[in-house]
C-alpha cells in the first residue's frame, strides 16, 4: 500500500512525518539535529532513502545532513561550499558593493536519475553542485558572474537562491529563482545562464519592467507541462507559457496577490495553489482567515479553500518553501505554517487537517510518495 | 594534554561527550589546536572557522584561564595552563538572543 512521508524543516530542528495512504493517522519523529536551523530536507526521486538536509545556524554556519534510510538515522556530509575565483560584489542594502559571502543553503534540489546528484541553491545567490552525493560541493560559476549579478541586491530575507527545478523533458534546462534579482534559466547544465524576467512589473525598484531585480518568491512546474511555468512573486501571480520567456500576470481575483509559496497539483496540471498573505508590512492571513486559494484554470480564477482551516485570530505565515503535494490519488496538498502547524488536504484542497499543531516555524516542507 | 569544551551543539554534531583530549607537538597555538581538533573530528569543520578564511566565525568565542581569547592572533601560544591541561580552553557559542 502506497504511503507518503512529509519532511518537516523548522526553525528548530527537522521532523518526519509519515502515513499511509489515508493520510489521516501520521507519526511524528523529531526533532532532528534540535535546536539548528532546518532551511530544507528533500529526498531523491531516484531512491527515497536517501534524503539530504540543510542545517545551519548564526553561530556555526553550515552543515549538511544525509540520510539513506528515509530520514532515520543521518550522517554529515560535506559543508564546505567556496566561490570559485574572485567572489566579487553585489549590492548591498544601501546601495553600496558587498563581497559574496556564503550564509547557508535554503534549497536542495536532488536529480531525478542519480541520487548522488544533487544541486544546492544558496545565499549569498549562487548555486552548487554535488555528484558524489553531497561530500563535496563544486560552484556552478556563470550565474553569480551573470552581467548583471553586480546589481543584484538582497531582499529582507538576505540575498538567496531559493528555488531550484530541473526541467525532466531537457536534462540541459535548469530554472533558478534569487531574491531579489528574480528567475534565471540555463540551457546548457548551468555553463551559462539568462534573466527570463520580461513581463514582471515590480512597483518597488526604480525600472518596474527591468531585466533583474524583481523579487520572485517561488516558482512551480508541473513535470508533464515543462514549458509552463507559476511565479508568485513579491507581488503578483505571474504564469509563463513559453518557459520563462515572457510572463503574464494571472492574480485574477485573488483578495491579495501577495504570498510566498506556490504548488501545482500533481496530476491536474492546470490546478494550482497559493496561499495568499495580507502585505509585505503585515506577513499574515487577511482578516485572521487562513485561506488557500486553488485555481483550476492555471491562474485567473481562484477560489478559497477554508474548510479545516482557522478562519479566526489566525496570523501565521506560510514560507515559500512550505508548500508540497503528494502523488496520490486524490493530491495531497500540504503546507507549514510560522506558527509550527503542518496542514494536509488529502483531497486536493476541498478539506483540511492539522498533521501537528505545535512546531517551531516551519521553514519547509516536502513529500515523498513512497511505493 | 589540552583539554577542550565545546558547546553542546558541537558536542552533538561530533558525537562526543565531555571534553576532547588533545596532544598537540611543538608550540600550542589557538592555530595548531583547532587544526588537531578538526583532524581528529571532520565534521568541525567550518563550524568555528570559516572553510576559506580560517576566521573564527562571528558568534563563536574562546576562552581560558576566565580571558577572553576570541581576538588574540591565532598563532600566539596559549596559556601554559592550556597547555599543561590545568585549564581546559573553552568553545564558546556567544551569547545572543532577546
Request: charge should be negative; hydrophobic fraction near 35%.
Given at each position: 500500500?502506497?504511503?507518503?512521508?512529509?519532511?518537516?524543516?523548522?526553525?528548530?530542528?527537522?521532523?518526519?512525518?509519515?502515513?499511509?495512504a489515508t493520510?489521516d493517522?501520521?507519526?511524528v519523529?523529531?526533532?532532528?539535529?534540535?535546536?539548528?536551523?532546518?532551511?530544507?530536507?528533500?529526498?531523491s526521486?531516484?531512491?527515497?532513502?536517501?534524503?539530504y538536509?540543510?542545517?545551519?545556524?548564526?553561530?556555526?554556519?553550515?552543515i549538511?545532513?544525509?540520510?539513506?534510510?528515509g530520514g532515520?538515522?543521518?550522517?554529515?556530509?560535506?559543508?564546505?561550499?567556496v566561490y570559485?575565483?574572485?567572489?566579487?560584489t553585489h549590492q548591498?542594502?544601501?546601495?553600496t558593493?558587498?563581497p559574496?559571502e556564503?550564509a547557508?543553503?535554503?534549497?536542495?534540489?536532488p536529480?531525478r536519475?542519480d541520487?548522488?546528484?544533487v544541486?544546492a541553491?544558496?545565499?549569498?545567490?549562487?548555486i552548487f553542485?554535488?555528484?558524489?552525493?553531497?561530500?563535496t560541493?563544486?560552484?556552478l560559476?556563470?550565474l553569480?558572474t551573470?552581467?548583471s549579478?553586480?546589481?543584484?541586491q538582497p531582499?529582507?530575507?538576505?540575498?538567496?537562491?531559493?528555488?531550484?527545478?530541473?526541467d525532466p523533458?531537457?536534462?540541459?534546462?535548469?530554472?533558478v529563482?534569487i531574491?531579489?534579482?528574480g528567475?534565471?534559466?540555463?540551457?546548457d547544465?548551468?555553463?551559462?545562464?539568462?534573466?527570463?524576467?520580461?513581463?514582471?512589473?515590480s512597483n518597488?525598484?526604480?525600472?518596474?519592467e527591468?531585466?533583474v531585480?524583481h523579487?520572485?518568491?517561488r516558482?512551480?512546474m508541473?513535470?508533464s507541462?515543462p514549458?509552463?511555468?507559476?511565479m508568485?512573486?513579491?507581488?503578483?501571480?505571474?504564469?509563463?507559457?513559453?518557459?520563462g520567456?515572457?510572463?503574464?500576470?494571472v492574480s485574477g481575483?485573488?483578495p491579495?496577490?501577495?504570498?510566498?509559496?506556490?504548488d501545482?497539483h500533481?496530476?491536474?496540471?492546470?490546478?494550482?495553489?497559493?496561499v495568499?498573505i495580507?502585505?509585505?508590512?503585515?506577513?499574515f492571513?487577511?482578516d485572521?482567515?487562513l485561506?488557500?486559494?486553488r485555481?483550476?484554470?492555471?491562474?485567473?480564477?481562484?477560489?478559497p479553500?477554508?474548510?479545516?482551516?482557522?478562519?479566526?485570530?489566525c496570523?501565521?505565515n506560510?514560507?515559500?518553501?512550505?508548500?508540497a503535494?503528494?502523488g496520490?490519488?486524490p493530491?495531497g496538498?500540504?503546507?507549514?505554517?510560522?506558527?509550527?502547524?503542518?496542514?494536509?488536504?488529502?483531497?486536493?484542497?476541498?478539506?483540511?487537517?492539522a498533521i501537528?499543531h505545535?512546531?517551531?516555524a516551519v521553514?519547509?516542507v516536502e513529500?515523498q510518495?513512497?511505493? | 594534554?589540552?583539554?577542550v569544551?565545546?558547546?553542546?551543539?558541537?558536542?552533538?554534531?561530533?558525537?562526543l561527550?565531555?571534553?576532547v583530549h588533545?596532544?598537540?607537538?611543538?608550540?600550542?597555538?589557538?592555530r595548531?589546536?583547532l587544526?588537531?581538533?578538526?583532524?581528529?573530528?571532520?565534521?568541525?569543520?567550518?563550524?568555528?572557522?570559516?572553510h576559506t578564511?580560517?576566521?573564527?566565525?562571528?558568534?563563536?568565542r574562546?576562552?581560558?584561564?576566565e580571558?577572553?581569547l576570541?581576538?588574540e592572533?591565532?598563532?600566539?601560544?596559549?596559556?601554559?595552563?592550556?597547555?599543561?591541561g590545568?585549564?581546559p580552553?573553552?568553545?564558546?557559542?556567544?551569547m545572543a538572543?532577546g
Open positions: 500500500m502506497s504511503s507518503v512521508r512529509v519532511l518537516v524543516g523548522t526553525r528548530k530542528g527537522a521532523f518526519v512525518l509519515q502515513s499511509d493520510r493517522r501520521w507519526s519523529s523529531g526533532p532532528h539535529f534540535a535546536g539548528w536551523e532546518i532551511y530544507h530536507v528533500k529526498g526521486p531516484a531512491d527515497p532513502n536517501r534524503i538536509a540543510s542545517q545551519s545556524s548564526s553561530w556555526f554556519g553550515q549538511v545532513q544525509r540520510s539513506d534510510d532515520i538515522t543521518w550522517t554529515p556530509a560535506g559543508n564546505r561550499f570559485e575565483g574572485t567572489p566579487g548591498w542594502y544601501d546601495g558593493p558587498h559574496w556564503f547557508r543553503v535554503w534549497h536542495f534540489e536529480a536519475e541520487p548522488d546528484v544541486y541553491g544558496v545565499e549569498d545567490a549562487a553542485k554535488s555528484t558524489d552525493g553531497a561530500s560541493w563544486q560552484e560559476p556563470a553569480r551573470h552581467p549579478a553586480p546589481q543584484w531582499g529582507a530575507g538576505g540575498m538567496c537562491l531559493h528555488t531550484i527545478i530541473l523533458a531537457d536534462p540541459k534546462r535548469i530554472f529563482a531574491s531579489a534579482a528567475a534565471f534559466r540555463s540551457d547544465g548551468g555553463e551559462s545562464w539568462r534573466p527570463i524576467n520580461r513581463g514582471l512589473k518597488a525598484i526604480p525600472q518596474q527591468a531585466e531585480g523579487c520572485v518568491h516558482l512551480a508541473h513535470p507541462n514549458n509552463v511555468l507559476f508568485q512573486k513579491h507581488w503578483d501571480v505571474m504564469r509563463s507559457d513559453d518557459a520567456e515572457t510572463w503574464r500576470e481575483n485573488l491579495t496577490d501577495f504570498g510566498f509559496p506556490i501545482v500533481a496530476h491536474e496540471p492546470q490546478t494550482i495553489y497559493v495568499p495580507k502585505s509585505d508590512s503585515e506577513h492571513p487577511i485572521g482567515q485561506r488557500v486559494y485555481s483550476r484554470t492555471g491562474g485567473d480564477e481562484w477560489e479553500l477554508t474548510n479545516g482551516l482557522p478562519q479566526k485570530d496570523y501565521v506560510v514560507l515559500r518553501d512550505a508548500m503535494v503528494d496520490l490519488d493530491c496538498i500540504y503546507f507549514g505554517t510560522t506558527g509550527g502547524q503542518v496542514y494536509v488536504s488529502p483531497d486536493s484542497g476541498e478539506t483540511w487537517n501537528v505545535d512546531l517551531p521553514l519547509s513529500v510518495t513512497l511505493a | 594534554m589540552i583539554r569544551v565545546l558547546p553542546a551543539h558541537l558536542r552533538a554534531l561530533a558525537r561527550n565531555g571534553e588533545l596532544e598537540l607537538e611543538g608550540q600550542v597555538t589557538q595548531a589546536l587544526d588537531a581538533l578538526e583532524s581528529r573530528y571532520p565534521v568541525l569543520r567550518g563550524t568555528i572557522r570559516d578564511t580560517q576566521k573564527r566565525r562571528a558568534y563563536v574562546f576562552f581560558a584561564c580571558r577572553d576570541s581576538h592572533r591565532p598563532d600566539v601560544p596559549l596559556p601554559i595552563e592550556v597547555v599543561n590545568a585549564e580552553f573553552l568553545v564558546v557559542g556567544a538572543g
